[in-house]
């Protein structure tokens, strides 16, 4: 999704959201988010669980130092020794190594998510150990480039829809997802609107 997609789709989406509509000039359109797709954004998708983003983006340092191509081989040919001396804990091995078994036993092919539709993509990725519903649509969001996602179980989301709203308490997910249904078929550039506008809501 690039700015030109962005902002198509902000506009459709201010067309049917008063709220939208309203917000929109106050906070301009949020940038594009891409990542590469294959097994080195699923390796740091693993790595930044419960972490904070600088926290991550050093072990992720240090992994390229010690894995200068990460591919399902390469981690399986390092030790557990050598790749816990980056910063992975020992459940963030454990899935790690167990999506590189995957893709060399060939229960699980990067490749082939970008010919699966929404749904049934997000569904292969969690059956990886470690990779819940949230990492899958983040994947398939940034990755796959695909328009209609939105991660209802997102806490900022979820604060961002109260605020956009006018509501008394933070809706739950599934509340979320009824909120902005009429946001389809834009739901990623609407996910991506509301993280821009969490972050630039007044404390």
């Not at 997609?5 to 959201?17: F, R």
């Not at 200068?68 to 390469?74: C, K, R, V």
């Amino acid at each position: 999704m690039d700015k030109k997609i962005i902002k198509k789709g902000l506009n459709e989406i201010a067309l049917v959201d008063p709220d939208v509509a309203k917000a929109l000039p106050l906070y301009g359109y949020p940038e594009p988010r891409i990542r590469p797709a294959g097994i080195e954004t699923f390796f740091s998708i693993v790595v930044g669980q419960l972490l904070s983003t600088h926290a991550a983006a050093a072990i992720m340092l240090r992994a390229r130092e010690l894995l200068p191509e990460i591919s399902a081989q390469n981690i399986l040919d390092k030790s557990d020794e050598e790749l816990r001396g980056v910063g992975l804990s020992k459940q963030k091995l454990n899935y790690i190594k167990g999506m590189a078994e995957a893709i060399l036993d060939g229960s699980f092919d990067p490749d082939t998510l970008s010919e699966l539709d929404d749904k049934t993509a997000i569904k292969t990725i969690t059956e990886l150990k470690g990779f819940g519903t949230w990492s899958a649509e983040i994947y398939c969001m940034f990755s796959l480039q695909r328009q209609d996602i939105f991660p209802s179980g997102d806490l900022a989301l979820l604060v961002a829809i109260q605020k956009l709203k006018g509501l008394d308490e933070k809706p739950t997910p599934k509340q979320a997802q009824e909120i902005i249904q009429h946001w389809s078929p834009w739901r990623s550039v609407g996910s991506l609107f509301l993280w821009h506008y969490y972050h630039g809501i007044p404390t």
